[in-house]
């Protein structure tokens, strides 16, 4: 299955304890059709003491969640749609499948 998320792309979670929120995407694991979305499925860890953070720390880390519980937010109507491929000016583009605007 092609990934048609990339790195950047503004994004709404459709699914899971985090529905509704949105963000940024900030990685992409193709392989395990995964990504990580900034203020999204936010983990804390704990960090223990070390020589250079001699206090520890409890971190907050954003966890991957799956891609097929994201949407891409349409920039001319701000709403979840779906994305197609096509061509446009002999060059293979995004396209929302609700306006039709090309996102590329």
Same mark, same amino acid.
């Given at each position: ?35 990580? =979305?900034?203020?999204? +499925? %936010?983990?804390?860890?704990?960090? #223990?003491? !070390? ?13 991957? =969640?799956?891609?097929? +519980? %994201?949407?891409?937010?349409?920039? #001319?109507? !701000? ?26």
């Amino acid at each position: 299955m092609a990934l048609k998320l990339r790195k950047g792309d503004k994004v709404i979670v459709i699914a899971g304890k985090d529905k509704g929120k949105t963000g940024t995407i900030q990685k992409v694991d193709r392989v395990n059709l995964r990504v990580v =979305i900034e203020g999204v +499925n %936010v983990h804390k860890k704990h960090q #223990k003491p !070390k020589q250079n953070n001699p206090e520890g720390a409890i971190l907050e880390i954003y966890a991957p =969640i799956d891609a097929s +519980n %994201v949407a891409l937010i349409d920039p #001319k109507t !701000k709403k979840a749609t779906r994305i197609k491929m096509g061509v446009v000016k002999d060059k293979k583009v995004r396209i929302a499948v609700k306006s039709g605007s090309v996102l590329d």
